[in-house]
């Protein structure tokens, strides 16, 4: 539309920010089968819920249940993890790469399911989920359902008082996960990064090993929220899903340095993901928000 132009890359052409439409669907799919086929999982939700909650301190227990709960509830079929450079075939060096204690991961980001599935692909149970803000500070999200949350919600923009985490190194026994956009896109491309303080992260280079993880994820149309979404419509999209067609590829990255143009570079996993331009952050999301509602309220 061309009303969002300013909103969209001038290099590749995409707009980050805009919802992915979902295929058509039919009448008997939309209000009949979909709105059934929600009340049966929903009964399952709950209860493996309620486990989660419960084994959430023992992870051999709880990662099997996350990983069913994913499927049944969620639809994830497939979550694909490769290394760069190693053979798929080569499952040995492949979990060797897998996020473990002691490592900063830069990832990016584009759903409330995206925490989840990164939980699931390291070798531990204690991460760490951190956001660059607006101004590039680093924040904590409170654990898995505050990430969640965050995917669904509006960017804030914080005072310049507030300077946020200030060292790392009380991280250093777990997985640290940072969403270097600071937000979420419609996963067909990597944000401009806020202007991190990089120099404080590499002080920590003798207490953290830097690794990067592409996501991509589909379909985008279901699961990406580049936009704020209720927690009740994002969940009841994803419980009248017909097809247990979500899947997700990850792929991880050694970094030679932490460079932001390296670091998203590797995100972008040789192009499968577009960079967008220095123009396309969080202020720039937030006034894309603001038309966007006023559009559709006129619709």
């Known amino acids: 539309m061309e009303k969002f132009n300013d909103w969209r890359d001038k290099g590749t052409g995409i707009s980050p920010f805009m919802p992915i439409p979902p295929p058509n669907s039919s009448v008997v799919v939309k209000y009949i089968a979909g709105p059934v086929f929600a009340l049966l999982k929903l009964g399952p939700a709950v209860v ?5 909650t419960i084994t959430w301190p023992v992870s051999f227990l709880f ?21 760069d450079g190693v053979k798929r075939s080569n499952t040995k060096q492949i979990n060797a790469k897998r996020p473990k204690n002691g490592q900063i991961v ?42 969640f949350k965050f995917a669904l919600s509006q960017p804030i923009i914080y005072p310049a008082s507030d300077k946020g985490i200030s060292d ?46 592409s996501i991509k994820s589909t379909p985008s149309s279901l699961i990406s929220t580049p936009i704020p979404q209720s927690l ?33 570079e590797k995100l972008s996993n040789f192009g499968t993901l577009k960079l967008t331009g220095q123009d396309l952050d969080i202020n720039k999301k937030l006034s894309f928000i603001t038309t966007y509602n006023k559009v559709n309220k006129r619709l």
Do not use: C, W
């Not at 990662?63 to 290394?83: G, H, Y």
């Not at 991280?171 to 990064?193: H, P």
């Not at 899947?247 to 143009?261: E, H, M, N, T």
């Open 232 to 264: 009740s419509s994002f969940m009841y999209g994803l419980l009248s899903h017909l097809s247990y067609d979500v899947k997700y590829k990850l792929k991880v990255f050694d970094l030679p340095d932490l460079k932001p143009a390296t670091i998203r």
């Open 63 to 83: 990662k099997p249940l996350l990983r069913l709960f994913l499927l049944l509830i969620f639809n994830v079929s497939e979550v694909e993890f490769t290394a």
């Open 168 to 213: 790392l190194s009380k991280y250093k026994s777990k997985v640290v996960f940072i969403f270097a956009e600071g937000t979420t896109s419609n996963n067909r491309g990597v944000l401009a990064f806020p202007d991190i303080d990089f120099t404080s992260i590499v002080a920590k280079k003798d207490s953290f090993h830097f690794r990067a993880v």
């Open 106 to 147: 830069f990832v990016n980001f584009s759903s409330p399911l995206d925490s989840l599935v990164l939980f699931l692909s390291s070798t531990s149970s204690s991460t760490v989920f951190l956001f660059a803000d607006s101004k590039g500070n680093l924040r904590q999200l409170s654990g898995l359902i505050d990430s």
């Open 48 to 52: 493996l819920g309620l486990l989660l």
